[in-house]
């Protein structure tokens, strides 16, 4: 079975700080990936989201991943994170063609101090 | 464009009773998709509707069911309740089947069985 892990379950950084979060995902096959966040009292919205082509992506407020199918990782980076990043981001697989499921981490409680 | 909706935004039921939770799809998106968000357990995903019918079907028992409505709305039901079953429920939809779409979430029902 496919499984999704995010390595930091709480990090708390302070603005201007540059930010990475883990992500590794077990499956052999190809794979949809994606970086979802959820601000507080807000929907889950997509970050980003890689499919095929350039390993690097880049997605909304200045967040990109990247995508290292050697090390079956899909960390999200930012260079310098602000006070209105603070979410809870989730990293998410689709690895079953035709099937939809999504297969999502546990997620990562990102707090930014001003 | 109007997101997913859901209702209710709150739903409090005791054990053994019966939860129907409601999901109104994006206009013009055809697939639906429910998801768990349990404490501690992260996003799990439950069903996916599409044309209808139920195409793919999470690790939950069979007294987690739903259908798929003419109108491309969607119902979860969840029999027998137990107390583990609460959790945020959430519903997501997509415009079509193809995998290369991306899932839209709703903001969730959150059921307390008590």
């Known amino acids: 079975a496919q499984s999704v892990s995010q390595h930091n379950h709480h990090v708390i950084l302070s603005e201007a700080a540059s930010l990475e979060l883990g992500c590794n995902y077990s499956?052999?096959?190809?794979?949809?990936l994606f970086w979802y966040v959820q601000y507080p009292g807000q929907h889950l919205q997509l970050l980003l989201k890689y499919f095929s082509g350039d390993p690097l992506v880049k997605g909304i407020k200045g967040f990109e991943a990247e995508f290292i199918k050697s090390k079956f990782s899909f960390n999200l980076r930012k260079p310098s994170v602000q006070w209105s990043d603070t979410a809870e981001y989730f990293c998410?697989?689709?690895?079953?063609?035709?099937?939809?499921?999504?297969?999502f981490g546990t997620g990562t409680r990102l707090l930014v101090s001003p | 464009e109007a997101g997913v909706t859901q209702s209710p935004t709150h739903l409090i039921k005791t054990r053994g009773q019966q939860a129907t939770l409601r999901c109104s799809p994006i206009s013009g998106h055809t697939s639906v998709y429910w998801y768990q968000q349990a404490l501690g357990l992260g996003l799990q995903f439950l069903l996916w509707?599409?044309?209808?019918?139920?195409?793919n079907r999470g690790n939950f028992p069979p007294r987690f069911s739903g259908r798929q409505f003419p109108n491309y709305s969607s119902e979860l039901n969840v029999n027998a309740l137990e107390l583990e079953d609460s959790a945020l429920y959430l519903c997501?939809?997509?415009?079509?089947?193809?995998?290369?779409?991306?899932?839209?979430f709703g903001p969730g029902t959150r059921l307390t069985v008590l």
């Open positions: 997501a939809s997509s415009r079509d089947r193809d995998d290369s779409n991306e899932q839209f």
């Open positions: 499956y052999g096959g190809t794979v949809n």
């Open positions: 998410a697989v689709n690895a079953l063609k035709g099937f939809q499921k999504l297969v």
């Open positions: 509707y599409d044309e209808g019918e139920e195409r």
